[in-house]
């Protein structure tokens, strides 16, 4: 007679595999817990940082070039494009350029495209 071990199916030592459903259970959790495991860590990244972060700023005009569609721009600080307070060149439409003169106070909005700046609209008449 086979001994008891309080209801515990015996199962052989050697040779012993699971079965089919044995396998898809393990392979379920093997998934399920890489899932969590990802959805953890991208938790843990935070946001998603913007393709094209756009930023909005003020500044001084120190230098235009509508025909080759340019401006120069001293700002402050734009912590959205990671810019230190500069005076950088920025590409622009020469249609945004065109009552634009070196002096100007502006409030402008840039963004980063292709490794530069490009501002995409840009107004004096806000500031004094």
């Known amino acids: 007679m086979s001994e008891d071990r309080g209801g515990a199916a015996s199962v052989p030592k050697e040779g012993w595999q699971p079965g089919r459903q044995g396998r898809r259970r393990a392979a379920v959790w093997i998934v399920a817990l890489a899932g969590i495991a990802v959805a953890g860590a991208v938790a843990a990244a935070g946001p998603a940082p913007a393709r094209n972060p756009q930023a909005s700023a003020t500044g001084e005009v120190r230098r235009v070039d509508a025909q080759q ?51 995409t609209a840009i107004d004096k008449s806000v500031l004094p």
């Open 69 to 119: 569609g340019t401006v120069a721009l001293r700002h402050g600080e734009i912590k959205d494009l990671g810019l230190p307070a500069a005076t950088l060149v920025y590409h622009a439409a020469p249609a945004l350029l065109r009552d634009i003169r070196p002096g100007d106070k502006v409030r402008f909005t840039a963004t980063r495209q292709d490794g530069g700046y490009v501002v």
